[in-house]
Structure formats: C-alpha cells, structure tokens
C-alpha cells in the first residue's frame, strides 16, 4: 500500500462529494414535480385567478355604501316630470274595476275596426240568462250612441252551441243579402222557439224549417249556411272568445278592454248603467 501524503487524500474527498452535489440538483432540475401517471386527468379543475400580493403596510378594510347613501352628481339626477292625469283619470266613477268588472290585459282586438267604441255580447240562444237581457239589450240600443257599435258574439262551446252560432251567422248573411226580411223578428223566435215551444234546434234540418217560416228558400239556406263568410266568422268568434276569456254568458265585453255581466254589476238595470260608464271611459281616455 503506497503511503500518500494526508492532505491529498482530503483534496480527494472533498472532490468526490462537490460533483455528487452537482449530479444530484441536475436530475432535479430536469425532472420538476414528478406527476404520478403519464396520461392527463379526465377533469382539470380550473386555476384560481392569481391575485396580486398585497403591499406590506396597514390593510384598510372596504366601505360598504348603500345606493341611497352614495353620492349622485347633479347632472346625472333624473329629471322627473309631472304626469298630468288623464280626464279618465280624473273623473270619479261609480263602478270599481274588479269588482264590478274586469280590465282584460292586454286589450285585445275587436270583431270590428277601431272606428268604434265596440260593446259585445257573448250569448247562447239557450241560455235563459241571454233570453231575459234581451228587453234591456233592445231598449239600451235604442238610444246607443253614434260613436258606439254593438255586435253579437255567439259561443261555441259544444255540438249543439256551435250549431246554433252558426245559425246565427248564417241569419245575418241572409238578411244583409235581402233574403231574410226581419232579422229580429228572427232573433226572438230563435228564443221562442227554444224557451217557450222547446223546440232544441238539435239538426240542420229543423234549423231550415225555421227559416222557411220567414220566406228563405232551401237552397238560399244551404248556400249561407256553408258559405266563407259564416265559417270565418265562426273562426273569428271563438278566437275573441279565447282571448276574452269569457266562460259564462251572457258576458259583455267593452272595446276588447273591459269584460263584466249582471253578476258583477247587480242587475240587468246595473248591467246597462256600467256599459254606459265604461263606454265613457274609453270616449275620454
């Protein structure tokens, strides 16, 4: 064994233990946070957003301040106008909106044009209800004003409803082509017939016997009867019906906005006065 000095076995040593140094931070470095499998996760959950690092100093707490409190420059104030009331508005009336009667919302369209303040009754021909308004209906007709129409609206909620709308519809094509002479006269044998003779009108043929009493031919009959006309006004009926809402009748309807009945006003008389009252709304609005 060959003798060598002391101090190179130390230089030696000390050599030795540098480069194991070395080697072992170069593996590290080249193989940062080892990850435990070579595929990616099936879920990555997003990174929080890095915020930055607060400035050392004394942290001041943030001031919550309510809108009502926060300053508002005067420029940017709005500017509130008076609304002027309408004369609808500032009129009092006697009938209360839902008490005595509905606002249908939105206002929906009217049989007619927007020529008009339009009042509509739902009616059935048998329903004893539209049987006794008639009297009222007729006399508040008689002194109807020049700016109002009144039109019939017949339901069809059943077989037998429909069929009798559909006479209605073909009695006015009927009496505008000059084939039906009195169309109220009609009318109330219409309710005669069914009320007081109780003759039902359950088919189309008892239906054309009926008209026959009034001079209408069979083929003038069968031709209104099937025509356009009656079947788009049928269609247009039961389209006001649904977006009125009416489901009882009689029903009155005002200008598409205003839906109400002898229930709610308290009476046939009642009934007339609220028309009158909200045709008066809708003139002044």
Same mark, same amino acid.
């Given at each position: 064994m060959t003798n060598r000095p002391l101090s190179f076995t130390i230089l030696t040593t000390l050599s030795l233990l540098l480069l194991a140094a070395c080697g072992q931070k170069q593996d590290d470095t080249a193989n940062p946070a080892r990850a435990t499998t070579d595929e990616a996760p099936a879920e990555v959950a997003r990174p929080a957003e890095a915020l930055p690092a607060d400035e050392p100093g004394e942290q001041v707490p943030l001031e919550v301040v309510e809108e009502s409190d926060a300053e508002v420059e005067p420029e940017d104030q709005p500017i509130v106008l008076a609304r002027a009331e309408s004369p609808a508005e500032a009129r009092e009336w006697r009938f209360v909106e839902g008490e005595h009667y509905d606002r249908i919302m939105p206002a929906q369209p009217t049989f007619g044009g927007a020529d008009k303040i339009e009042v509509?009754?739902?009616?059935?021909?048998?329903?004893?209800?539209?049987?006794?308004?008639?009297?009222?209906?007729?006399?508040?007709?008689?002194?109807?004003?020049?700016?109002?129409?009144?039109?019939?609206?017949?339901?069809?909620?059943?077989?037998?409803?429909?069929?009798?709308? *559909?006479?209605?519809?073909? @009695? %006015?094509?009927?009496? #505008? &082509?000059?084939? $039906?002479?009195?169309?109220?006269?009609? *009318?109330?044998?219409?309710? @005669? %017939?069914?009320?007081? #003779? &109780?003759?039902? $009108?359950?088919?189309?043929?008892?239906? *054309?016997?009926?008209?026959?009493?009034?001079?209408?031919?069979?083929?003038?009959?069968?031709?209104?009867?099937?025509?356009?006309?009656?079947?788009?006004n049928l269609r247009k009926a039961a389209d006001l019906a649904d977006r009125y809402e009416v489901s009882s009748v009689p029903q009155i309807v005002v200008n598409g906005k205003y839906r109400t009945g002898a229930q709610n006003a308290g009476g046939y008389p009642a009934l007339m006065e609220l028309i009158d009252e909200l045709v008066e709304r809708e003139r002044l609005r």
């Open positions: 509509a009754e739902f009616f059935w021909y048998g329903c004893p209800h539209c049987y006794d308004i008639e009297p009222y209906i007729k006399r508040w007709l008689e002194e109807k004003p020049a700016d109002v129409r009144f039109v019939h609206v017949p339901t069809a909620w059943n077989r037998l409803v429909a069929l009798h709308a *559909r006479l209605f519809y073909a @009695a %006015e094509v009927l009496a #505008r &082509n000059g084939e $039906l002479e009195d169309p109220e006269a009609f *009318r109330q044998a219409v309710f @005669a %017939e069914y009320h007081e #003779r &109780n003759n039902r $009108l359950t088919s189309e043929d008892s239906i *054309r016997r009926l008209f026959e009493r009034f001079g209408v031919g069979a083929d003038s009959f069968d031709k209104a009867w099937k025509s356009f006309e009656v079947e788009q």
